[in-house]
């Protein structure tokens, strides 16, 4: 019996696809804790390209049975595309795809508010997914969960609820058009009918699963720095996708973890808005956007591009608890010269002691950075730790060790053959 946890170790966008799909060929099940359709994984096999936006990434794995637990917030609309287009990519979903009645939806309205909000000065860079007022709504105790469908005359009337306060702000606040009830209601009983077979008692589902001796992999999206307590907030995401966030969205006690894995990026990239001490907004920067095709699965939106932030991993490696660790995208540096890695901030000369969550202090940090050569050299078709040229050894050792942690899977390149494991 194995349940792992998957973390992002940055600002998400670490590849946590692709390596949930290498790890899921050694699990029985994957399973999605928080977040919503705003993430982007994706995946390569061969010349196939697969972008999974909330189911888990373990789908593309013939007999993984995959689970959306009651931590993330679904998107019928995205939910129903993403499930039709795998489908007719030739890709088993009905059977294999399991969803907690306890996860909340994302209304119509919730989408409209948050464009609506993003519109304004406030801004903190979401994707206008609807997820962030979703959130809201679930600790307003006034959402709407998939529950919620089995009664129409019911859900209706939360809709209608709900609907009055909503289009009273999108009309009067946001000067944008109120919405219609009834199409709202109709659109949602439709949604029932189609994923009444996927509907499965969450926490008994996994738990029976761990006492028959099962493999379990736990899979969040975002990263731990976008953490909504633990991250650099208010440019965080709405929910908790460090590893503890994995009990409470899935049922699962923590005695039942046995692994905590992280995923971290050979550099650092933020998309959105927020602090960002070691961006590049030069030309090395947009060489690394360029090289690593930076630019977010969900949204096209470019990526923000920067030295690797050995402090930062380090704080989440201490908040998530994981020793051994996926680096990926390292033949991204295949081309540079000489790399630099941040070990630490300073203020006004005083080295700091802990990373600081609070933006504004963030904000105001200066990088300490170390210099190590670059390898100059294509690693494209590195198959094993004794191809790493030297300065790629070093690299890796250096930077793991500094952020505390252990490198296990070496990925150098999107497609799955791209990848192999540290001796």
């Known amino acids: 019996m194995s349940v792992t946890v998957v973390v992002g170790s940055q600002w998400g966008d670490e590849g946590k696809g692709k390596i949930v799909d290498i790890l899921s060929e050694h699990f029985d099940v994957v399973a ?23 189911i888990p990434s373990g789908i593309v794995r013939e007999g ?14 995205a939910l129903l595309d993403e499930m039709r287009t795998l489908e007719e990519r030739g890709i088993t979903v009905k059977g294999r795809l399991f969803i907690s009645p306890n996860a909340h939806l994302i209304m119509p309205y919730h989408k409209a508010l948050d464009a609506a909000s993003e519109s304004t000065t406030r801004k ?8 962030g007022p979703c959130y809201i709504d679930k600790y307003a105790r006034r ?10 005359d019911a859900l209706a009337e939360k809709i209608r609820r709900n609907l009055d306060e909503k289009n009273t702000l999108l009309t009067k606040v946001y000067d944008a058009e109120e919405l219609d009830v ?20 969450v926490p008994l589902y996994l738990n029976k699963a761990i006492d028959e001796g099962k493999s ?12 909504v307590d633990f991250g650099t907030y208010p440019f965080v995401t709405s929910s908790n996708p460090i590893a503890g966030g994995a009990c409470v969205g899935l049922g699962v006690s923590p005695k039942r973890i046995t692994d905590v894995y992280g995923i971290v ?29 930076e630019f977010g699965a ?61 933006s504004d202090r963030l904000d105001r940090v200066k990088p300490i950075y170390e210099t190590l050569p670059g390898w100059k050299s294509d690693s494209a078709n590195i198959t094993s730790t004794d191809e790493m040229p030297s300065e790629m050894k070093s690299y890796v050792d250096f930077i793991c060790k500094e952020a505390n942690v252990t490198p296990d899977i070496i990925s150098l390149g999107p497609k799955r053959s791209q990848t192999f494991r540290m001796k």
């Not at 005083?350 to 609070?358: E, G, N, Q």
């Open 298 to 358: 969900t949204t096209g939106r470019p990526r923000r591009c920067g030295w690797f932030d050995a402090f930062a991993v380090r704080y989440a490696q201490m908040i998530n608890g994981f020793d051994r660790v996926a680096l990926t995208k390292l033949d991204v540096l295949d081309e540079f010269d000489e790399l630099k890695v941040c070990v630490g901030y300073e203020v006004r000369g005083k080295r700091l002691r802990a990373f600081p969550t609070d």
């Open 143 to 152: 959402g709407i969960r998939i529950v919620d469908l089995l009664n129409r």
């Open 124 to 131: 903190v860079g979401t994707t206008g997914r609807g997820i």
């Open 182 to 201: 009834e199409a709202m209601v109709a659109q949602y009983a439709e949604f029932d009918e189609t994923i009444d077979e996927c509907i499965r008692d």
């Open 64 to 77: 993984v049975e995959c689970v959306i637990g009651n931590g993330a917030v679904i998107d019928p609309v």
């Open 216 to 227: 379990l992999l736990l899979e969040g999206a975002q990263g731990a720095l976008l953490d």
């Open 265 to 293: 990026k050979a550099y650092t990239t933020r998309v959105g808005l927020g602090p960002f001490p070691t961006q590049l907004e030069d030309e090395t920067g947009e060489r690394l956007r360029q090289a690593g095709r």
């Open 32 to 54: 999605r804790y928080q977040g919503g359709a705003n993430a982007g994984h994706t995946i390569e096999i061969g010349d196939e390209q697969f972008v999974l936006h909330l």
